[in-house]
Structures are given as C-alpha cells and as structure tokens.
C-alpha cells in the first residue's frame, strides 16, 4: 500500500542550528513532492515544490532535497529560529489523478 | 488578493445532527478542495472540484457526507448526520491550474478551517 511517513516525534533543537525533516515514501512514483507549514489554528502555508529531475532547491534559510532512488525527502531550515516553530507537512501526488496525499507532519521546536 | 475564507471557525454538535460548512476561493481559482485533519495526522483529501464539476471524491464517504460548488465558486460540505468520528478540522484550499495542467502540482492555498467537535 502507499505510504508517506514522517517523524511524529517533534524535533526539539536549539536556536541557530540546521533542523533536518525527512519524508519516506513507498509505492509512490511522485513526479513533484511539496512542503508546507502548519502552524496550530491554521491551514497549511506553501514552502517549496521540488520536481523529480531536480535534487535539491533553496529559497533562503530553506532547502529541500528529493532522492528517488532512496524515495525520500529532506527539508532543512539553516539557522533556525524560534519564529520556525511549526508543524511541517510533506505532500505528494498519487500513481493516479492529481490528488494530493500529505505525511503526517513533523513537529519542529526550536528553543531559544 | 484576499485568502481563501471559510465558516464557521468552530462547531459543536451532537452525533446523528447535521452541519454544514461553507468555503470561499480566492477569486479567480478554478480548482477547489475539502480536505479533512484528525488531530495529529496530516490533511486527507474529500473532495476536488475544478469549476462546479467533481474530479476526485473517492475518500468521501458518501453515505453521510456531500459537497457541491453549484457555481463554481463558493462550496458548501456537509455531514448528515455526524459521528463521533466525525471530529477533525475541515480545511478548504484552491489553486488556479486546472487538472490538465496538474493541479496537484501546484501550491494550495488553505483557509483556517472549521474544527468539528461531535459529542
């Protein structure tokens, strides 16, 4: 069956460190995978999308890796900051139509 | 521009009650989504709209649940009747590309949503 994991397990680093999320996929042939922001209360926020040709984007302290072979994905935010405090949501298509399937979410908690 | 808008914020109801929820695009958005958020878990999606026509609804449960974009704008969601199990957050979310252009492929944009409470 199709699945996408993330840790459910918040991540807990200190202020100005790189925070590291991983999204895992199985019995997907995703051509795009997107990250988003969920802070509590609200819809999620677009971060980034990242096509299967490509490796890796940057947009500012965001970059995002995308490995097919081993069908993950990493989200690193570069000197973190409190304010980065959030859930963050991995998001795929399906093998079929154009439905979007999200993780679950990891928790990141940066302390100042 | 003006995000996409939904109500109401929050409900509380009964099991075996109905409800509604209400969700408004950003103008101009072609492609219209109902996703539902169980505490802890990530959005799972309803429902998809492109225009007033339905392009994926195969995780509605159809026996309780509909939603309709009469207009191909506003869309209404509702749950008849409710179940416990029913208790999540109901996000609305749009992006402009239409599905021969992939519209998975494109950002959504999402509402704040409605939290569901089911006593």
């Known amino acids: 069956s199709q699945k996408i ?10 202020e100005g460190k790189t925070a590291t999320l991983t999204c895992n996929y199985t019995n ?10 969920q802070d509590p209360g609200r819809g ?3 971060l980034l999308l990242i096509r299967e040709n490509e490796k890796e984007k940057r947009k500012e302290r965001l970059k995002v890796t995308f490995d097919t072979t081993l069908k993950q994905s990493l989200f690193h935010i570069t000197a973190s900051q409190p304010a980065d405090s959030a859930t963050y949501l991995c998001a795929l298509r399906g ?18 | 521009e003006a995000g996409v808008a939904q109500s109401p914020r929050y409900k509380i109801i009964e099991k075996r009650q109905s409800v509604a929820f209400w969700c408004n695009p950003i103008s101009g958005h072609a492609t219209l989504y109902w996703y539902q958020q169980i505490l802890g878990q990530g959005p799972k999606l309803l429902i998809q709209f492109q225009n007033n026509g339905v ?27 409710a179940k416990l199990e029913d208790s999540a957050v109901y996000l609305c979310a749009s992006n402009s590309r239409g599905t021969s252009g992939g519209a998975g492929y494109n950002e ?8 569901l409470t089911v006593l």
């Open chain 1, 5 to 14: 994991e993330q840790n459910s397990e918040a991540l807990n680093i200190q």
């Open chain 1, 28 to 37: 997907y042939s995703p051509a795009y995978l997107q990250w988003y922001r």
């Open chain 1, 44 to 46: 999620p926020v677009f």
């Open chain 1, 95 to 112: 093998n079929a139509g154009n439905m979007l399937t999200f993780g679950g979410g990891t928790r990141l908690m940066v302390k100042p």
């Open chain 2, 55 to 81: 392009v994926d609804d195969s995780q509605l449960p159809k026996d309780r649940f509909s939603a309709e974009r009469l207009k191909g704008v506003d869309s209404t969601l509702k749950i008849q009747p």
């Open chain 2, 108 to 115: 959504q944009f999402f509402g704040p949503g409605t939290r």
